[in-house]
RNA sequence: GGCGAUGUGGGUGAGUGGUCUAAGCCAAGGGUCUGCAAAACUCUUUAUCACAAGUUCGAAUCUUGUCAUCGCCUCCA
């Protein structure tokens, strides 16, 4: 059994491993943290979540770093434009800092309810300039980069290969589409800024050998993948809009620092789009995930998520989000009734299921398709549990091994009920089950004596004014949360 | 204009040479169960895979062309 990655560089199919044995260094491209996150961040973080997941799951250890961006991206590149940060603080009537630490804990608790495993590391750019400066000061040395009035450039011409990544090789062909800023240093177009001189209103600002200033905008990803992954690493992952520049610009500043290759497996996951449109920022039609959680459980978001490939664009609709929500609570119930069922005899044999499972997984992170076996196995089990000699114990066992172990583990998206519990408290959920039960019991006996404009109202007002469904099974009646609540 | 990708049933979404008379989910309809529901199970309905040509014994799957959509080429997950 082995894993298989697509490799954004070579776009193919690889058989992954790593470099080191046991040992899996990553890093994924963290947010700008200048405003809520939105769907879109849900999704990549999500998917590299699930990436993370199964690599651990397969016995790798893995040091996962991502970072938060908390200076220098300009909105502009021609050596104009502002720092969107700088540009939020003045918004906000606040300083700098107080927004990225703002948004960076805004960033942290939506991605917790989405059940996205923290980081290892999550370096912040503004407390790695010295890493960036040495860099710097490298590709300075070995002649790949070239000061300017106090401005420091790469040359991309020194760089063979430059655009690998993209496609986008031909820099000629690439600068006759460029606008060449008039007020620009830089001795081609397409070179980019390492440092930049801040001018006086420029709030985050540091010292360097060429400038007060601030580090250019692909820098801080290098600087601190080498720091703490080493100068070549396993896998580098982030979103497609990101390969050029930003990816193309680390592969060349690092390799050129380092002459090592800098990235074995490249990972690029799709967008999110509304109505077909991409869903960004910059064209106010983003949905942001507070709002988006007040309506619907951040678990249904990640379900949602995880039915389509990380490499497909995702159409956002609620339509499309109420139809993952009925399914996973399909999922759910299956679950309810194998932690319910009453002992049988009946054997189970899950490994086919945890097989196809596995395979699914392996084959570049095939998401839809290890959720379509849970499907199939849940539709199985619930057929078992509906014969009349049920599932025997320890075949129910190793069946929730395997839920628990694909579910919850891997995919994420089983542990709803335990962390409600955990926020609720214990005592006040054990209280609540309490008097669930109680209803339940004055509702059995309204209906053995036949009094069903009893039992039903019981039934019905619960539904209606809790959102608490009841379900009179075989084994006697049970009760649920009906999401959407 | 350049670079990259996509186009599969009512919606969604897998499938990258034969097991595809195309997975799974949602939606629709019939049945079983139930006091009635709900849930579950079961059956059924809607696809020859954008279009055209080609490669091959064989293609949704490879090649070429056409059309359409999307992303990147300014920050963006």
Known sequence: MSLFIYNSLSRTKEQ??????????????????????????????????????????????????????DVGHLTDDADEGEDKISKQASLEKTDPMEIAQF????????MDRLGVLRPNIAPAATAHIPE????????????????????????????????????????DALQSGIRVGIRSDKRESSDFALWKKADERHLMKWNSPWSVGYPGWHLECSAMSMKYLGESIDIHGGGMENKFPHHDCEIAQSEAATGKPYVRFWMHNNMVTINGIKMGKSLNNSVNLKDLFRETDPLVIRFFILQSHYRSQLDYSETAIKASRTGLEKLHETQRRLREQKDGTGV??????????????DDD????????????????????????????????????????????ETLGIFDQNDRDKNREGKESTRKFEAVMELLLQLRAEAREQ????????????????????IKDTKEGASWSWKSGA
């Not at 996150?37 to 996962?64: E, I, M, N, T």
């Not at 189970?348 to 997984?361: H, I, L, Q, S, V």
């Not at 509906?386 to 190793?398: F, L």
């Open 16 to 69: 992954f491993e790593p470099l080191h044995p046991e040992m899996v260094s990553m890093y994924v491209c963290g947010p700008t943290v200048y405003g809520h996150a939105h769907l879109g961040h849900a999704k990549s973080y999500v998917s590299f979540d699930v990436v993370v997941r199964w690599l651990r799951q397969s016995g790798y250890r893995v040091k996962y770093v991502q970072n938060i961006t």
């Open 103 to 110: 948004y960076t804990r805004s960033f942290y608790e939506d």
């Open 132 to 171: 960036q400066i040495d860099l710097i000061e490298r590709l300075v040395k070995s002649g790949h980069a070239y000061e300017v009035n106090g401005n420091v450039y790469f040359s991309v011409k020194s760089f063979d290969g430059y655009g690998k990544l993209s496609g986008r090789t031909d820099q």
């Open 348 to 361: 189970f044999d899950c490994e086919p299921f945890a097989r196809r499972f596995t395979e699914a997984m």
């Open 365 to 408: 992170f095939n998401t839809p398709i290890a959720i379509a076996v849970l499907f199939e196995l849940s539709k199985a089990i619930n057929a078992a549990l509906d014969q009349h000699n049920g599932i025997a114990d320890g075949s129910c066992k190793e069946v929730q091994a395997f839920i628990n172990q694909a579910g919850k």
């Open 450 to 469: 036949k009094d069903f404009a009893l039992s039903d109202k019981i039934r019905d007002l619960l539904l209606i004014k809790s959102g608490i469904e």
